[in-house]
């Protein structure tokens, strides 16, 4: 099996059709489609059950046993993969004709020359007509902690990862406490960079899902975690958004003081000394920020392991 579209999924009867009729429209089929549901109370696993294959391979379906709030439901699904390339897409999002067919053509074409661990592609928001907005070239490396500091993103890109990278990275005994994804990135980045597949809108990035994770903050210890890790990725490219940086350090120590008491509890987290610095120089704004805050913002999370994903047995496979 050449790709493997992974999908986490929560809530999704009303959208996941979406996804998948732009599946079964693709021109390329040496696909299958793995599906994990972060244990949905509508319809949505027995409305996926009762799919088709969209491609050759099949659909395989998993149920994480407890709500995760994403993270294990997309680590899961990359966990399960068994193609060479993972392209990870939102329930409520949907590739465009010829996605696959163009992945694929890409990857034959870098793959013998180059090593990376996967290729941005950009996507389009279809209310508003916003693009990624990025000023890389087509078949250009690039390490995710330029991009992250530089470009100027409106709307998230689609992924197409090298599976074993991004497989060693998932399964890192921490990345159940890591809630974004720019996390992985920068840890894929440092061994590989990442290659830009060029200007042609590939997937829609929908807004219209409330459950969708990007359309509100949900704030946990993992929030505190995954904050510190970003902080510990510092390097020359930080300073290009360097009053970001003072913002989320801010941000982070306010949420220290809240949940943890004291703000120095994350810093062997940072890895970075600058990092450390930038941190610790801010506490003072954390201090004035905590006493407009309410420690009533923080959600309790299920904790697990993820072992326990990659011995997740499947509820169904189709095909």
């Known amino acids: 099996m050449k790709i493997s ?3 986490g999924v ?18 390329f089929k040496d696909f299958e489609w793995v599906v994990v549901d972060d244990f949905s109370d509508d319809k949505t696993l027995d409305l996926i059950c009762g799919l088709t294959p969209p491609g050759d391979g099949p659909i395989r379906v998993y149920q994480i046993p407890f ?18 390339i993972v392209v990870k897409i ?29 290729i941005l592609y950009k996507s389009v928001q279809p209310d508003s007509g916003k693009v990624m907005e ?16 530089s470009a100027k993103r409106s709307v998230d890109g689609l992924h197409a990862f090298d599976r074993q990278v991004v497989q060693s990275v998932t399964s890192k005994p921490d990345r159940k406490d890591i809630c974004l994804n720019s996390v992985n990135l920068l840890r894929m980045s440092r061994s590989r960079p990442f290659m830009f597949g060029g200007g042609e809108v590939l997937s829609i990035y929908n807004r219209d899902n ?35 940086w003072v913002r989320h350090s801010a941000y982070l120590c306010k ?9 120095l509890r994350v810093l062997p987290d940072i890895k970075s000394w600058v990092g450390k ?20 913002e923080f959600r309790e999370v299920v904790d697990f392991k993820v072992s326990d994903l990659e011995n997740l047995k499947p509820v169904k496979v189709i095909g």
């Open 277 to 296: 610095v930038v941190y610790v120089s801010v506490i003072p704004l954390g201090f004035v920020s905590k006493l407009f805050s309410s420690a009533s």
């Open 255 to 263: 949420l220290c003081l809240l949940r943890k008491k004291s703000p």
């Open 10 to 27: 929560y809530n999704a009867e009303g959208f996941i059709l979406r996804l998948y009729d732009s599946l079964c429209r693709q021109n």
């Open 134 to 149: 990025v000023s890389l070239k087509r078949g250009v490396l690039f390490s995710w902690s330029k991009f992250m500091n």
């Open 210 to 244: 409330p459950n969708s994770q990007t359309n509100f903050v949900r704030v946990t210890d993992r929030t505190i975690y995954t904050y510190s890790l970003l902080l510990g990725f510092f390097d020359k490219y930080y300073f290009l958004n360097f009053g970001r």
């Open 90 to 118: 939102d329930h409520d999002d949907e590739l465009v004709d010829g996605a696959l067919s163009r992945i694929s053509d890409d990857w034959d074409e870098f793959s013998e020359d180059l090593e990376f661990s996967g």
């Open 67 to 84: 709500n995760s709030g994403g993270p294990a439901a997309n680590s899961c699904a990359i966990l399960k993969a068994s193609g060479d």
């Open 5 to 7: 579209v992974v999908t």
